[in-house]
């Protein structure tokens, strides 16, 4: 994707993001009300009650695809250090929800490998590949986080049992607001390529040998 195609995209994305917002809070406020007087009733409605819920659980979803546009739109404020990458890849498994059922492996380096990085940053850039993963693995799966270093670089992969990319998806996979799924914004994969971007890295989007989906995050070393 060009660069001019990519801020434009960015700004779309800051200005709706910010126009949601505000009215996404008056219906939260207001069904928080409206739950506050039926719950003071002694007579409740079993359905009013259902929908409630279902309001409120929509409404966090909304609210997780408008901070998913904020961080993309928003211009990055690294704060790089030397950062060991395998604390930060255990940060990232620490804060992806991985469903019961689904195995993850980690294979490690022989020694600790150090990149000058934001770790926060990088951590959610690993995150957002593991969360990824994670629902391609399916319920049973399993997903595998390699890290160590290469001739000039350090690297991430995350691995997944699932059905891999398709050879039509796989040139579109990292650009924001491209997605297969039924749901979602397609901005994962998106954010996760833009930190390590921000990083002088790049992120590579494959599929392995047995099948399943590769994304390996390559990084310059500390």
Known sequence: ?????YELIRRIASVVAHELRNPLAVINNSSYFVKTKLGASAAKDP???KHLGIIASEIARADRLISDMLRFSRVLELKPAPAVLGTVVETALKDCAVPE???VKRERPKAEVTVQADAAALAEAVR???????????AAGTV???WGSRPGSAFVEVRDS??????EDLPNVLHPFYTTKPRGLG???AVAEKIVSAHGGRVAAG???GGGAVLTLSLPKG
């Open 207 to 209: 599929n392995g040998a």
């Open 1 to 5: 994707m060009d660069k001019e195609r």
């Open 187 to 189: 901005l994962g994969l």
């Open 162 to 167: 699932g059905p891999g990319f398709k050879p």
């Open 47 to 49: 359905k009013v009650e």
């Open 128 to 138: 957002r590949v593991l969360d990824n993963a994670v629902e391609a693995a399916g």
């Open 144 to 146: 595998t986080v390699a």
């Open 101 to 103: 059922g689904v195995k």
